[in-house]
């Protein structure tokens, strides 16, 4: 299998997409994180759930989670709030990096070692030429597991 064969279509967004959009996406197709494309359309970063749900939490209970029990659920449920008026890029970890990115012609191996060393949910497939890098698809951790556990039967 190379990672052409393994890639499929996968919900992008771009750094100036609005954040609680983005929520909204991650949580209708249970997603476990989106691709972001920079005003080139050429891969950014990963924006995984698990960031989402950090820019969620106040920062409060972050420096000291016991704080979490003494919220009442009703503020709880206004947590979302957080994210109104902020972008992709504002909920992007400073410590965010490129992501990872296959080749076409990459092994399920190759990919599966990538997205392991890196600790990523999700690896790019794309093609680089002179004139940038064109996304051919995502491959998620489930899906490479799924393809994976097809060869065994």
Known sequence: MRARDLAVEYETVSVD?????????????????????????????????????????????????????????????RLCRALVGRTVGDCLSSKATNPPIAAPDDTALEVAALMAQVRSPLVAVAERDRSGTHLLGVITASHLLHRLLEEQT
């Open 17 to 77: 997409s609005d954040a609680l959009e983005a929520a909204r996406l991650m949580a209708e197709h249970q997603l476990p994180g989106l691709l972001v494309l920079d005003e080139n359309g050429e891969p950014k970063a990963i924006l995984p759930a698990s960031q989402m749900i950090k820019v969620l939490v106040p920062t409060y209970v972050l420096e000291d989670p016991a704080l979490a029990a003494v919220v009442d659920e009703k503020h709880a449920d």
